[in-house]
């Protein structure tokens, strides 16, 4: 079956730290995968987005980066984080079919202090 | 420029009552919509979707309806049980490039059943 596995499940991390959040996926080959944040107060914001080994896409300028190094992995980094990086972070990946909608992963709370 | 809009953030009805959640979206372009539950310190679940080329989907008790004319699209739970309480987010299938899509999001409305 296909799954996808996002950690940790939370984080506290001071400003000016670095950040690593990694996504996997199994049970599939060449997925699309995507980094949303769910801010205070806003919906889903699309971050990143990746259709294939090293293809990295992104939404918006921000002190965030992205990597894929394997098929089935994606990582969310940043060098220093900011108070406003602060947020609930949802991997996903596209599934095929009728209903042309994602999975998401558990999320993880970050929480910059 | 928000795309996708849910303009109430939160909505309260009674158990077995109907829930209405509202969305519009200002991309002509979208050809299909979604609508994911979500509840706290979780990942988003697919609920119902929608193609562009119709104007209602219904899954038990669960019916989107979308007026492409008016680019707004509705979630129509019936009858509504207090697990039904989440948030929902609305959510629209628009072109990255090539074959490829992604998906944008609406800031979502907490619904609470009242037992």
């Known amino acids: 079956s296909q799954t996808i596995h996002q950690w940790p499940a939370t984080l506290v991390q001071p400003v000016g730290s670095p950040l690593s959040l990694e996504c996997t996926v199994e049970?599939?080959?060449?997925?699309?995968l995507y980094w949303y944040r769910q801010a205070a107060g806003r919906g889903l914001q699309l971050l990143f987005y990746?259709?294939?080994?090293?293809?990295i896409s992104s939404e918006v300028p921000q002190n965030l980066s992205a990597s894929r190094p394997q098929d089935r992995q994606f990582i969310l980094s940043s060098k220093k984080l900011l108070l406003s990086d602060s947020g609930f972070y949802l991997c996903?990946?596209?599934?095929?079919?009728?209903?042309?909608?994602?999975?998401f992963g558990s999320g993880t709370r970050l929480t910059v202090v | 420029d928000q795309q996708v809009k849910q303009n109430s953030p939160s909505l309260s009805v009674q158990e077995g009552r109907i829930s209405i959640l509202n969305c519009d979206y200002t991309?002509?372009?979208?050809?299909?919509f979604l609508w994911y539950k979500k509840y706290p310190a979780e990942g988003p679940t697919f609920l119902i979707s929608?193609?562009?080329?119709?104007d209602k989907n219904e899954d038990g008790r669960f019916t989107v309806f979308l007026n492409k004319s008016a680019k707004h699209l509705s979630l129509h739970i019936v009858p509504s049980q207090p697990g039904d309480s989440a948030v929902y987010f609305c959510?629209?299938?628009?072109?990255?490039?090539?074959?490829?899509?992604?998906?944008?999001f609406g800031k979502g409305t907490l619904l609470t059943v009242n037992p």
């Open positions: 991309n002509s372009m979208f050809d299909y």
């Open positions: 929608i193609s562009s080329i119709k």
């Open positions: 996903a990946w596209k599934v095929g079919g009728r209903d042309y909608g994602y999975t």
């Open positions: 990746s259709v294939g080994i090293g293809q």
């Open positions: 959510a629209a299938r628009g072109n990255a490039g090539g074959s490829n899509y992604k998906l944008t």
């Open positions: 049970g599939t080959s060449n997925p699309n």
